[in-house]
């Protein structure tokens, strides 16, 4: 049963605290994404990355790390210098070529305790 | 500038209604173009992709690229309480595969 999963559904974070957002994928794409969604916003790119052990800023990667040590994933670390961390985190991949299209894992709904 | 917009909403829409969705982007050698429905707490789902010039049709769905003019629309055909939802636009900007998005469209369907 090939898809994206993301784990877990909901995180929540201590402050001062780095948290980790696992996504693994079995679709055997080469691109992994990971998005950032507000409430009532449309997404915003975090990091990608198209191969394995690279990876690429998005428009707001300031706070967030992430590593691509394996094809199937792509986790995200939410650090302590990310001070407005609560939002819903998406992880999506796809195969980048023209005409390609990117699906989505479920989501981790991120809070601050 | 945004690089894809589309009216925020909410799109109020009958029950059986056609539903007309738009989004522009700013990106001139875009090639790709996709909608995206999200139902509230949920992720995005592919509804429809479209790469040419004209419509391009799915059941009660049609996508319509007008590359000239930089826009993208999104009709549903006989709406449904169960299309409600939020739609969103995205373009491949290029051929690393960075997508941007627009902020959706909120559709109401009433009964």
């Known amino acids: 049963d090939g898809g994206i999963t993301q784990s877990p559904k909901y995180l929540f974070r201590k402050e001062g605290q780095n948290v980790t957002l696992s996504c693994e994928q079995n679709?055997?794409?080469?691109?992994m994404y990971w998005y950032r969604q507000d409430p009532g916003q449309g997404l915003r790119l975090i990091y990608y990355s198209q191969i394995v052990n690279d990876f690429q800023k998005g428009d707001i990667a300031e706070g967030y790390s992430v590593s691509r040590e394996k094809k199937e994933s792509f986790p995200l670390t939410v650090t302590s210098a990310q001070k407005n961390p609560t939002a819903f985190y998406l992880c999506?991949?796809?195969?980048?070529?023209?005409?390609?299209?990117?699906?989505f894992g479920p989501g981790t709904r991120l809070l601050v305790l | 500038q945004k690089e894809v917009e589309q009216n925020s909403g909410p799109l109020s829409v009958p029950e059986g209604a056609i539903a007309s969705l738009n989004c522009t982007y700013s990106d001139r050698v875009s090639q790709s173009f996709f909608w995206y429905r999200q139902y509230s707490g949920k992720s995005p789902e592919l509804i429809m992709s479209?790469?040419?010039?004209g419509d391009k049709e799915d059941g009660r769905f049609t996508a319509q690229l007008n590359k000239a003019s930089q826009y993208v629309s999104l009709l549903i055909r006989d709406s449904q309480p169960s299309d409600s939802a939020t739609y969103l636009c995205a373009v491949l900007t290029d051929s690393w595969g960075k997508f941007q998005f627009g902020a959706g469209t909120q559709v109401v369907v009433t009964p």
């Open positions: 479209i790469y040419s010039n």
């Open positions: 679709l055997n794409h080469d691109a």
């Open positions: 999506a991949s796809s195969t980048p070529r023209v005409g390609e299209t990117q699906y």
